[in-house]
Structures are given as structure tokens and as C-alpha cells.
């Protein structure tokens, strides 16, 4: 896909998702971080029904330490690979107070340090959180990705490279969260709605689909 195109695509994307922005629900940097880590092979909607119970009661490095694993399982256990998740979400706990002030780090490799936090999940809240123009390749910018053409790869790695690479700078900060919000919508897995779709004329995507 050519510079030009790759340009008109993003303001379309822009233009039809104006304010592009996670849907998790968080009202400070480590409720997002806690909501990412909870997010891994989970939807956003079933991790905010978690968050929702459990942030009033617990939403600080301190307070959630202070629940323990049982504790903290307790509002997760509706979220898959809980157990996990609650094990590196107490210990992540741990780190901030005693390493970190008990505040999100901004560097990808403090973050990265966290048990229960990847590249992904690093990107996702220095994006986020921090305002860097990062972008986290999940499922749906991966798909997107290889089916306009606009950053075809073979690996997540591979596609974020390509994509950091060749976004306009202009759409480099909310890129992450158009390309998510566009597969969640409409470039869906299965069935992708292209005849609904904005970008349906720049898609290199060879397999269309007619509603």
C-alpha cells in the first residue's frame, strides 16, 4: 500500500471515529493497567463488569495487595485465566509500592518488568495512559492489518514494526485505537462488513464480502 493511500485511509478512519479511545473502563493509570492485564484473552465488556465491582473497593497498588489472591479473585473469577491473572496482578502490586512509588512506570521496560505485562500490554498503557504514540498489535489491528495491506506481517512483532514505521505521524497517537475499534465493528474476523466499511475502496483485502 502506497504512502498516499495509507494517508487517505487513516482520515477516513479518523473522520469516522472521531474520538477514538479504550473501551475498559479506568479512571487512573493503574486502573488501566490492572484492566490490560485482566484483558488478555478476555472482552473488554466482560472485563468491566469485573472492574466495576471491584475498583470501588480496591483501586490503588495498596488496596489491592491488601485483598490477597483469594480476595482479588473474588471480583475476577468471571475473567479467564483468573488464577493467573490474580497471581501476577498481586505481585505487580508488590513492585509498584516497593520499586515504583506505588505509580505506573512510563518507560516500556519498568513496564515490562511487571509479571502479567508484555510488549502488548506495555504499549497499550503508554499509549493510553501516557499519551506515546505506541501501538499494540492484538487480534483485531493484526487482522486489519494483513487484510488492507496497510502493515502485512506474519508476526504481532512483525506488524508493529511495519505499523510504527509507515503510520502518518499525524494519526500515530489514536492509530492503536482506530485499527482496534474498526476490526471490533467492522472488519470483523468472520464476516468482515465491507460494504458498510469507509475504507472499502483503499482495502487491498482480495475477498471482500457484499451486504
Same mark, same amino acid.
Request: glycine fraction near 6%.
Given at each position: 500500500?502506497?504512502? *498516499?493511500? +495509507?494517508? $487517505? &485511509?487513516?482520515?477516513?478512519?479518523?473522520?469516522?471515529?472521531?474520538?477514538?479511545?479504550?473501551? =475498559? #473502563?479506568?479512571?487512573?493509570?493503574?486502573?488501566?493497567?490492572?484492566?490490560?492485564?485482566?484483558?488478555?484473552?478476555?472482552?473488554?465488556?466482560?472485563?468491566?463488569?469485573?472492574?466495576?465491582?471491584?475498583?470501588?473497593?480496591?483501586?490503588?497498588?495498596?488496596?489491592?495487595?491488601?485483598?490477597?489472591?483469594?480476595?482479588?479473585?473474588?471480583?475476577?473469577?468471571?475473567?479467564?485465566?483468573?488464577?493467573?491473572?490474580?497471581?501476577?496482578?498481586?505481585?505487580?502490586?508488590?513492585?509498584?509500592?516497593?520499586?515504583?512509588?506505588?505509580?505506573?512506570? *512510563?518507560? +516500556?521496560? $519498568? &513496564?515490562?518488568?511487571?509479571?502479567?505485562?508484555?510488549?502488548?500490554?506495555?504499549?497499550?498503557? =503508554? #499509549?493510553?495512559?501516557?499519551?506515546?504514540?505506541?501501538?499494540?498489535?492484538?487480534?483485531?489491528?493484526?487482522?486489519?492489518?494483513?487484510?488492507?495491506?496497510?502493515?502485512?506481517?506474519?508476526?504481532?512483532?512483525?506488524?508493529?514494526?511495519?505499523?510504527?514505521?509507515?503510520?502518518?505521524?499525524?494519526?500515530?497517537?489514536?492509530?492503536?485505537?482506530?485499527?482496534?475499534?474498526?476490526?471490533?465493528?467492522?472488519?470483523?474476523?468472520?464476516?468482515?462488513?465491507?460494504?458498510?466499511?469507509?475504507?472499502?475502496?483503499?482495502?487491498?483485502?482480495?475477498?471482500?464480502?457484499?451486504?
Amino acid at each position: 500500500m502506497n504512502k *498516499q493511500k +495509507r494517508f $487517505e &485511509l487513516f482520515q477516513r478512519l479518523s473522520e469516522a471515529i472521531p474520538n477514538p479511545e479504550t473501551e =475498559l #473502563n479506568y479512571s487512573s493509570p493503574f486502573e488501566l493497567l490492572i484492566a490490560v492485564i485482566l484483558s488478555a484473552q478476555a472482552t473488554d465488556k466482560g472485563v468491566n463488569k469485573a472492574t466495576d465491582k471491584l475498583y470501588p473497593v480496591a483501586n490503588t497498588p495498596e488496596a489491592i495487595f491488601n485483598l490477597g489472591e483469594d480476595g482479588l479473585k473474588h471480583y475476577i473469577k468471571t475473567i479467564g485465566l483468573f488464577n493467573t491473572k490474580g497471581s501476577n496482578i498481586i505481585k505487580t502490586c508488590k513492585l509498584l509500592i516497593d520499586q515504583h512509588a506505588s505509580q505506573v512506570p *512510563q518507560t +516500556r521496560a $519498568e &513496564l515490562e518488568s511487571l509479571p502479567g505485562v508484555g510488549r502488548k500490554t506495555a504499549n497499550v498503557v =503508554l #499509549n493510553t495512559a501516557f499519551g506515546v504514540p505506541t501501538i499494540a498489535v492484538d487480534t483485531h489491528i493484526y487482522r486489519v492489518s494483513n487484510r488492507t495491506k496497510i502493515a502485512a506481517g506474519k508476526t504481532v512483532l512483525e506488524v508493529e514494526k511495519k505499523l510504527d514505521k509507515t503510520v502518518p505521524k499525524e494519526f500515530k497517537l489514536d492509530a492503536h485505537h482506530l485499527l482496534i475499534l474498526h476490526g471490533r465493528y467492522t472488519c470483523i474476523a468472520r464476516k468482515p462488513r465491507c460494504g458498510s466499511c469507509v475504507i472499502e475502496d483503499l482495502c487491498e483485502f482480495n475477498k471482500k464480502t457484499v451486504v
